[in-house]
């Protein structure tokens, strides 16, 4: 829920605010067809350098991988306008030789823009063209804080020169007063558990933005069997370290999936609410539009944004019928997913518990 409020305090919510109303009454709405989508979630690489332990992409993944081109960006971008565009896909994006490109426009035409980095190509020169395309949030993938656990992980990397380019791109944001946010992202697993607290003190000392964590989940043919079998004694020393840390650090913390798992609380997903089918449209590099990005292998394909307009895939029958099932309740790999968007549902409960506006509602 904390990145949400990051979004909103990057003014787009003010600067778009009847896109954003709109966005707001279809996610309340919840109907089978849904207006232009808030969110634009575009696979700019399904190649990468690394092979890390918890990836698709070092567990069978039977698609085809490649780049994202410009110009098939630019179709789908053009027919969405999005107010927040994010290029996180399962590869590294700065294998991406148009990947400056495709933040600079996506800026220039008023969106919000995130990528996701491993950081092991960020030379002096990619970190000045990084910063000068001006994304909003910068997402650092370390994974560990100690060599044993990183290199454990993140399988090619070499941990020094990582941290090594993690504070060069830290100190040339600084230097030119660029107004990118810079976060760090760690997938928590046995084998970097003990790492979080350091981490997040690690992060604080950098003066990077924000630590953002999510427990590991099962990605494609990738089910992570054992991944987050850790000792209760361990998951209560972290939980209680991190609660001594969260009056100490100045900067921010998105950890919410992992402070539940920590304190026992991870339940069944099943009645959980989600809401991206109503505001975010997902693409592979090569346009295959897919619910969302668990679904990384195209488990669920619902057509091709490249070969059709984007919101005839957006509305067509397919996604329609995944959105009524996601009203009745989860199913699939859906329910191994973190995501639990019931604080939106609480939110706008008065509403739907109020005679007549509870009508406009297909979730009453």
């Known amino acids: 829920m904390s990145f949400y409020a990051e979004i909103i305090k990057s003014g787009i919510v003010f600067r778009r605010p009847f896109r954003a109303a709109s966005n707001a009454f279809q996610v309340f709405r919840s109907a089978p067809k849904a207006g232009k989508p808030f969110m634009l979630k575009f696979e700019s690489s399904a190649i ?27 179709k789908v971008y053009d027919e969405l306008t999005p107010c927040y565009l994010n290029l996180t896909g399962i590869g590294e994006p700065l294998l991406n030789p148009e990947i400056f490109k495709i933040i600079e426009y996506a800026r220039k035409k008023g969106s919000l823009v995130k990528m996701d980095t491993n950081a092991t190509l960020l030379t ?73 607290p350091e981490f997040i003190r690690f992060g604080d000392k950098l003066g990077i933005d924000a630590v953002n ?61 989600c809401f991206w089918p109503w505001y975010q449209f997902s693409l592979t590099w090569d346009g295959y539009v897919t619910p969302c990005c668990v679904l990384c292998d195209n488990e669920i394909v619902l057509g091709n944004a490249f070969k059709e307009n984007s919101m005839k895939v957006w509305n067509n029958q397919k996604m329609q019928q995944f959105r009524k099932q996601m009203i009745r309740q989860r199913a699939g790999l859906c329910l191994t997913c973190s995501v639990d968007e019931s604080f939106i549902y609480n939110k706008f409960k008065p509403f739907y518990k109020t005679p007549l506006i509870n009508l406009l509602s297909y979730r009453r």
């Open 48 to 74: 990468c350098n690394l092979r890390c332990k918890m990836c698709p992409l070092s567990n069978g993944l039977s698609r085809k991988t490649g780049v994202l081109a410009f110009k098939n960006f630019k």
């Open 124 to 196: 002096d020169e990619k970190i000045k063209k990084l910063i000068d395309a001006d994304p909003t949030f910068l997402s650092v993938s370390l994974d560990g804080i100690t060599k044993e656990s990183y290199n454990s992980i993140r399988r090619g990397a070499n941990f020094d020169d990582v941290i090594q380019n993690l504070k060069k791109l830290v100190k040339y944001r600084n230097k030119v007063n660029s107004k990118t946010k810079i976060h760090l992202f760690l997938v928590l697993q046995k084998d970097n558990v003990l790492d979080l």
């Open 213 to 273: 964590s999510t427990i590991v989940t099962p990605l494609g043919k990738n089910k992570n069997l054992g991944s987050l079998k850790i000792k209760e004694e361990d998951k209560k020393r972290i939980k209680e370290e991190i609660d001594k840390l969260k009056g100490k650090i100045k900067i921010s913390l998105n950890i919410e999936s992992v402070y539940n798992f920590l304190t026992g609380k991870v339940e069944t997903m099943q009645d959980k609410k």
